[in-house]
């Protein structure tokens, strides 16, 4: 109950907050090619239930055409604007619209396409047991989710080998020790995020040593070594196709 009053009262005056960035950037949106500024993204959400998640425009319109759900940075899908867009995560921003109508939280696990929850384990199946967030602990790790891509020849059979892998961890994590106070710090550290990055890795390391979670989720956490396909949690095998 808490936790959706929260919701509530930040995301109205968030949108109240941010409107006067977000309004430019539609008008800069629409100007570029005249589509409409908005995305309208079909997610799973709570209980498989899919919804209509709203995100500034950073692709060309119909980009999801071609049936490719991961994006590196350099996907040629995504136009100037876009690029400053994803750059300063203002994608995200839109998404406080769910957060007030409920069909996401400020905090939980991140969203994904059905095409990605449909290979989902039956422990990853945990993390649609909660509303979807706009951030969590992998939002902070996996920031750079689209430089991580960007030199991959099959950006999604790359984050089902490694990004999946820990962004499920780390959603687990969250569910199995949510609270309104890491609520709170999750909000607090994203923001840091954008403007170091290297800080807000060293408290979400810091936080995951305090809950003991496994050590190699740990060092992931740290982002200072190469990321490696490795299986999803509740399976013993690395996707080899997606």
Known sequence: MIKRVLDIVFSFFGLLAVSPILLPVMFLVWKQDKGSPLYIAPRVGRHEKIFRMIKLRSMVVNADKNGVDSTGANDIRITSIGHFIRNYKLDELTQLWNVLTGGMSLV??????????????NV????????????????????DEGEILKRESDPDLAYNQLIRPW?????????DNQSTVLDLKLVFYT?????????????????????????????ICKRDVKLYPFPPPGSDQIISKR
């Open 108 to 121: 939980g696990p991140r969203p994904n396409v059905k095409n990605e929850t449909d290979l989902y384990t």
């Open 167 to 175: 962004k499920s961890r780390l959603g687990l994590v969250y569910i």
């Open 124 to 143: 990853e199946r945990n993390l649609l047991s909660v509303r979807p967030g706009i951030t969590d602990f992998s939002s902070i790790v996996f920031s």
């Open 191 to 219: 923001v840091v995020a954008i403007f170091s990055k290297q800080k807000a890795l060293n408290w979400v390391t810091l936080e995951m040593k305090k809950l003991k979670v496994d050590s190699s989720i740990v060092d």
